[in-house]
């Protein structure tokens, strides 16, 4: 059985840093790729950050561009998402998700695409005050 499972959230205050995990586990990690979603309360879902695309390059969106870095070890099925100079509107559960890489040209950049995933996380919570 497919599983994606998030860790790694917390409160941090203002400026500070958190690193999110996400293992998978029950599908054959090497043909997917990993994008990473956020949801603030009463907001849509957003997607931040995804890859790596078929260049071996990450996406990032704009609202965390030079602020969050992804990472993969294959070894592990773990893929890392670094969030330094945190601000109060980062405040949001935190989701990975995975798609098969065949599709990954039309999932990522994960601009309103999150019905391409076929696995998500229950995701984590991650809180940015002082």
């Known amino acids: 059985q497919a599983r994606l499972v998030e860790s790694g959230g917390g409160l941090v205050q203002p400026g500070g840093s958190l690193r999110l995990s996400c293992a998978a586990s029950g599908f054959n990690w090497d043909h997917y790729t990993i994008g990473w979603f956020r949801q603030a309360p009463g907001k849509e879902r957003e997607g931040v950050a995804c890859?790596?695309?078929?260049?071996?390059?990450?996406y990032y969106s704009d609202s965390v561009k030079g602020r969050f870095t992804v990472s993969r070890d294959n070894a592990k099925n773990t893929v890392y998402v670094q969030m330094n100079s945190l601000k109060p509107e980062d405040t949001a559960i935190y989701h990975c998700?995975?798609?098969?890489?065949?599709?990954?040209?039309?999932?990522?950049?994960?601009?309103?695409?999150?019905?391409?995933?076929?696995?998500w996380g229950q995701g984590t919570q991650v809180t940015v005050s002082s």
């Open positions: 890859g790596p695309r078929s260049d071996g390059s990450m």
């Open positions: 998700a995975a798609v098969s890489n065949f599709y990954r040209a039309r999932a990522c950049p994960n601009r309103d695409t999150e019905g391409e995933y076929d696995y």
